[in-house]
């Protein structure tokens, strides 16, 4: 699990590295420079033509520091001053006196054809208004350079706590930052304009936390799914879960086979598919391995049966809006004892009613798509988007659930902490793909996980198998299945 901090927490960390421990601003800036050198490296070459844009703060001074270091092994350097040098930091006016003593050219925005590589030291995390003006002005130009582009810590004129672009942003190749990840690296679109973010530690730790630091903002990684080999020798299907998937009606099959499939392939023990008797045939003969359970109208006793039987269930997918279906998740989300994923058509039934989310007793996880949050919580899709932190936060309080907000980078809201998944491909917006999402969270519940540790890890395993499934098919090739398909493969691998 990898900590997240906002732009103030960092400066936090920056401060009380510098005030409380006693490293000098100059020490940092030296380290963060020397780390953006030994990523650059490796994408530069004696040929190239180095143009860093250099703004009026430390991001600048890290700028220029580079410049020297790149000069220094003999690379051809130059700098381009942006903005008013009344207006330089005292640390960026240093590290300026020091290169004009190596007589590293400076040069204007005019001169920019000259260059084959571009780093962006502009503005850094520090942004709190739109880009403007002089600035918009340089920002432009280095999005018009042709070449290879880096940032510093984030691309100049993207918000650092919620990834939008404020006015207009540089659009790089990579980003190097320093210890942390800031949610502009992940969410989109400030992820997209990033590109390959590279993480280097400079020195700045937890220890810089203090007391007036708490963050609460996560990601994980490769290494946190290690946790799901968890079986044992001498076990059998009983200990692996007994899945209850209530999806699925007439002509919709195939919503409830992907969210069985998955569960069933991210290891339960044993999956059944409640649904309406035309799936029947289908559903027996595309997947033999699950139980199929059948209904034709609203059956009390039936669903109680059910219910008792399972360890977790999942409710929503392709169950359509029908008077049946309405009772049925109206029945399911208030009865229901046991850990319960919520997804599709069952969260538009409850958007029209609801307090039926407002009387449950049990842990439930609520995965919906921009839409259907819009639905869920009210406001706009734009402004959704663009605070996807504070509003899966906000369903999460007033619910009392995990909240799963989907997304190009979904944001996943416990109770304490919020995750940002760092995994997936545009290759998986297609049919069925949240479907199988819900299928592998409810099948890691099945598995002894967590709730909220099962929606964090399956959202991130979800990703990963979209990855594969891309990386072996093209993204515009891939569908709900293969994601499936890559379940074995990202957890063998994973082991």
């Excluded at 020297?68 to 590290?95: M, T």
């Excluded at 609203?298 to 359509?320: H, N, Q, R, Y």
Aim: aromatic share 8%.
């Amino acid at each position: 699990m990898k900590t997240i901090l906002s732009a103030e927490e960092m400066k936090k960390c920056d401060y009380n590295t510098i005030n409380y421990y006693g490293i000098k601003s100059s020490t940092l800036m030296e380290r963060a420079s020397l780390s953006v050198f030994s990523v650059l490296s490796d994408f530069i070459n004696y040929n190239n033509k180095i143009l860093v844009f250099v703004g009026t703060g430390n991001n600048g001074g890290d700028g220029v520091c580079l410049a020297r270091l790149l000069h220094n092994y003999d690379f051809n350097v130059s700098i381009l001053l942006c903005g008013d040098e009344d207006k330089f930091s005292p640390d960026l006016i240093e590290q300026l006196e020091i290169s004009r003593k190596y007589d590293i050219k400076e040069v204007d925005v005019d001169c920019i054809d000259e260059y084959d590589v571009f780093i962006d030291a502009i503005l850094g995390i520090g942004l709190s208004k739109d880009v403007t003006g002089e600035y918009a002005r340089f920002v432009t130009a280095f999005n018009k350079a042709n070449g290879f582009k880096m940032a510093i810590d984030i691309p100049s004129g993207i918000n650092t706590d919620n990834g939008s672009v404020m006015g207009v942003a540089c659009k790089v190749n990579a980003t190097v930052s320093f210890n942390y990840r800031k949610p502009g690296h992940l969410l989109y679109p400030g992820r997209e304009y990033a590109g390959n973010t590279f993480i280097c530690d400079i020195g700045i730790n937890r220890r810089s936390f203090l007391d007036d630091i708490d963050p609460c903002l996560y990601c994980v990684d490769e290494e946190d799914i290690k946790i799901l080999d968890n079986r044992n020798e001498d076990t059998n299907k009983g200990d692996y879960g007994k899945v209850l998937v209530i999806a699925g009606s007439n002509g919709m099959s195939g919503a409830a086979y992907l969210c069985a499939k998955a569960a069933l392939r991210t290891g339960a023990g044993l999956v059944k598919i409640y649904t309406t008797s035309d799936n029947r045939t289908i559903l027996q003969s595309q997947f033999p391995e699950a139980i199929v359970s059948c209904y034709d109208t609203f059956d009390e006793m039936s669903l109680i049966k059910e219910m008792e039987w399972s360890t977790v269930c999942a409710i929503g997918p392709g169950i359509s809006k029908s008077d049946i279906a309405k009772n049925i998740v109206d029945y399911v989300v208030r009865r229901y004892d046991k850990p319960l994923v919520i997804d599709a058509d069952a969260i538009n039934i409850i958007s029209n009613n609801k307090s039926i989310l407002k009387n449950h007793n049990n842990q439930i996880i609520i995965t919906p798509h921009l839409g259907e949050m819009k639905r869920l919580i009210g406001g706009e899709i734009p402004d959704i988007k663009n605070d996807m932190i504070n509003k899966a936060s906000d369903c999460t309080k007033e619910y009392n659930v995990i909240t799963v907000l989907k997304s190009a980078a979904t944001v996943i809201s416990l109770k304490d902490n919020t995750f940002i998944n760092t995994s997936g491909n545009n290759g998986m917006a297609t049919a069925g793909s949240g479907d199988v999402l819900t299928g592998i969270i409810t099948g890691l519940i099945a598995n002894n996980i967590n709730p909220e540790y099962a929606a964090v890890l399956g959202v991130y395993l979800h990703g990963l198998c979209g990855d594969k499934a891309s990386e072996k098919l093209g993204a515009h090739f891939v569908n709900a299945s293969d994601i499936i398909e890559m379940i074995s493969v990202v957890l063998k691998e994973g082991f």
